[in-house]
């Protein structure tokens, strides 16, 4: 059974920083690109960053690009999203998923296996 796990998540002032993990269990994150998503009440889920199977690639959205940091270490299995100049429209529940290709692709589509959600609230 694959699971992601998503922590890190928490209350923090604007300005802040916080870093979220996403451990897997059930799959090899090696062979797969991972990315990390968020949901803010109303809106739709969007896509924040992504990165390739060996972290070779990586792709930010505009709105958190040279605030966001995404990395991994397969030997860990482990994927991180670094989140620095936290803004209160930051705010969302954030999500890791694992992509069913090795490659970067963006359409949420392409994502199969989710974990559950951290909360990243920002306080202004």
């Known amino acids: 059974q694959v699971q992601l796990v998503e922590s890190g998540g928490g209350l923090v002032q604007a300005g802040g920083s916080l870093r979220l993990s996403c451990a897997a269990s059930g799959r090899t994150l090696s062979n797969y690109a991972v990315g990390w998503f968020r949901q803010a009440p109303g809106k739709e889920r969007e896509l924040l960053a992504a990165?390739?199977?060996?972290?070779?690639?990586?792709y930010y959205t505009a709105s958190v690009k040279g605030r966001f940091t995404i990395s991994r270490d397969n030997a860990k299995n482990t994927v991180w999203l670094s989140l620095s100049s936290l803004k209160p429209e930051d705010t969302a529940i954030y999500y890791c998923a694992s992509s069913i290709v090795a490659a970067l692709y963006l359409a949420i589509a392409n994502y199969d296996y989710w974990g559950q959600g951290t909360q990243v609230t920002v306080s202004s």
């Open positions: 990165i390739s199977s060996s972290g070779s690639r990586t």
